[in-house]
C-alpha cells in the first residue's frame, strides 16, 4: 500500500509541475533506433561538429560518410552517391552553403539556407547585405505534432546567435518546427516529385549547433534520430495547420 501511494504521489507532483515533468522526460531519453535508420545513407558535409557527429553515430546508420565543404564542392560526393550506387538518402550541412542544389531524398542546413530557399531574411540595418542575427532568446513555440519533435524537450532550448527570418513574409510551403518571439528557428518544407525535378524534404536550422544549449540536452540525439527518417520519406506536402 504504501510503495502505491508512493507511486501515485510521485506522478501527482511531476504532472502539477511542468517544469519538474520536463525535467523527468529529459532524464531517460530513449533514441529511435528503427529498422528504417539502419538503412539509410547519410553525408555530413561540415569542418567538424562533435555533437552533430555523435549524435549521428549513434543511430546505428547504414553509411555514414562525413566530408569537408570544400571537398563537397570539388568532388561531388553527392553525385557519385553512396558506396551501393544510390544516391544518400540525406545530406547535411553544418554552416556552409553549397553552390548548387543537392542530390537527395532529404537535406538539412544547420546555420545557413538552401541555394533555393527564398526565405524572407531580415537584412542588418547597418550592413543590409548582411543578415540580420537572431538575439540571445529562448525558443517559445513549437509543433509538438511534427515527427521531428516526437519525445523532444524544446522548454529550455536558448539560442545566442542566428539568421533572422521574417516569419510574417514566410512562403507557404515552408512551415515552423520552432521558433521564438524574434522568428522561426527551424523549418521545413516538403517539395513533390515534378517531371522536372524530384522531390526532396528540406529543413533548416537557422543557428549554429555551438550557439546554443540543446545540443547538451538528451532531446537533440532524439531530435537527430527524428529528423533522418522525416528527411529520408518520400516527400507528403501537407496544409499548413
Do not use: Y
Request: glycine share 4%; charged share 25%; net charge neutral.
Amino acid at each position: 500500500m504504501r510503495l502505491l501511494l508512493s507511486v501515485a504521489l510521485c506522478s501527482l507532483v511531476l504532472h502539477s509541475c511542468p517544469t519538474l515533468a520536463a525535467e523527468a522526460k529529459d532524464a531517460e531519453p530513449t533514441v529511435n533506433t528503427a529498422p528504417q535508420i539502419a538503412s539509410l545513407s547519410v553525408l555530413l558535409v561540415s569542418d567538424g561538429n562533435f555533437s552533430l557527429e555523435e549524435a549521428l553515430k549513434s543511430l546505428g546508420l547504414k553509411q555514414l560518410v562525413q566530408v569537408k565543404p570544400a571537398e563537397f564542392e570539388q568532388a561531388a560526393p553527392d553525385k557519385a552517391g553512396a558506396r551501393d550506387g544510390r544516391p544518400f538518402d540525406v545530406i547535411l550541412f553544418d554552416r556552409h552553403r553549397p553552390t548548387r542544389p543537392p542530390r537527395a531524398r532529404g537535406v538539412m542546413f544547420f546555420a545557413e539556407l538552401p541555394p533555393d530557399a527564398n526565405l524572407p531574411v531580415v537584412s542588418d540595418p547597418d550592413k543590409p547585405d548582411q543578415p540580420a542575427r537572431i538575439d540571445t532568446v529562448r525558443a517559445d513555440k513549437w509543433d509538438d505534432r511534427h515527427p521531428a519533435l516526437a519525445n523532444v524537450q524544446v522548454r529550455r532550448m536558448f539560442i545566442r546567435d542566428g539568421i533572422r527570418i521574417d516569419a510574417a513574409k514566410l512562403p507557404v510551403e515552408w512551415n515552423v518546427v520552432i521558433g521564438c518571439n524574434q522568428g522561426p528557428l527551424v523549418l521545413e518544407r516538403r517539395r513533390k516529385a515534378t517531371e522536372i525535378e524530384p522531390g526532396q524534404n528540406q529543413m533548416v536550422v537557422t543557428f549554429p549547433l555551438d550557439q546554443t544549449n540543446w545540443t547538451i540536452r538528451p532531446s537533440f540525439p532524439i531530435f537527430i534520430s527524428n529528423v533522418i527518417p522525416f528527411l529520408a520519406a518520400e516527400p507528403v506536402v501537407e496544409k499548413k495547420r
